[in-house]
Every structure is written in structure tokens, then in C-alpha cells.
């Protein structure tokens, strides 16, 4: 039976820009890089006050990344979403979507990490 959650991948293409988008604009711990088995190039990265891990892949033998609109997303919570989206965009990231308020309280948006993966980005109300 599960116990946890360990990790989620994605794979890119490029994977050291996508690996200065987690760091510089998220703000992400780089927990691990190294070469599995099979080739795959992997950097395991850490969000502050969460134990799973993301792991970023660049594997060439699997073919080219295609990502589909609206297929998936993580979502990150923020202390203040307008103060992100101000240095996301010093970064060249603008938010693609919101901010919205949701039904709950919570203000929302969103941005494009490098090769169309969408990051939503979650504000809970104080």
C-alpha cells in the first residue's frame, strides 16, 4: 500500500534553463543533481515546508517534449502573490493568468515555466 508521496517528474528539453526557472524564480532548493542508470540527466529540487520533491529529467532518447494545454500543473502557496508576481516578471516570467480571488478566500494566477509547463501560484487568505 502507498505511504506518501516521494517525487513528481517532468522532462524538458532544456534543462538547465528550466532548472534557473525552480531556483531564481520559485525559489527552490536544488536538493540533488546526478545521471541515472539509463542515461536520464535529473535535479531534484525542494520547496520550503514540503517534503516531496520535484524532479526535473532531461532524457534526449525519449524524443522531443511535447506538452499538451491544460495536461497538468504544480501549484506553489505564496505570502503575497502581488510581490511574486513582481519579481517573476523582473525575471521575464509575467503571470499568464490572474490574479483572481476564488471562492474560498484564496487569490490565484498563473505562469509558464520554460517549455509550457503551467505553475499555479496560491495566496490563502490572512
Partial sequence: MVTKLLHTRYRVHDLEKTVKFYRDVLGLAEISRHTS???????????PGSEELIEI??????????????????????????????????????????PHQSG?????????????YEVELIQRPK
Avoid at 542508470?37 to 525542494?46: A, N
Avoid at 474560498?104 to 509550457?116: H, L, N, R, Y
Wanted: hydrophobic share 40%.
Fill in 37 to 47: 542508470g539509463r542515461g536520464s540527466q535529473l535535479v531534484f529540487f525542494k520547496a
Fill in 57 to 98: 529529467c532531461k532524457f534526449d532518447a525519449s524524443g522531443p517534449v511535447q506538452m499538451g494545454p491544460d495536461l497538468t500543473h504544480l501549484a506553489f502557496e505564496v505570502d503575497d502573490i502581488e510581490a511574486f508576481a513582481a519579481h517573476s516578471s523582473k525575471l521575464g516570467y509575467p503571470l499568464t493568468d490572474g
Fill in 104 to 116: 474560498t478566500g484564496s487569490v490565484i494566477a498563473f505562469i509558464d515555466a520554460p517549455e509550457g
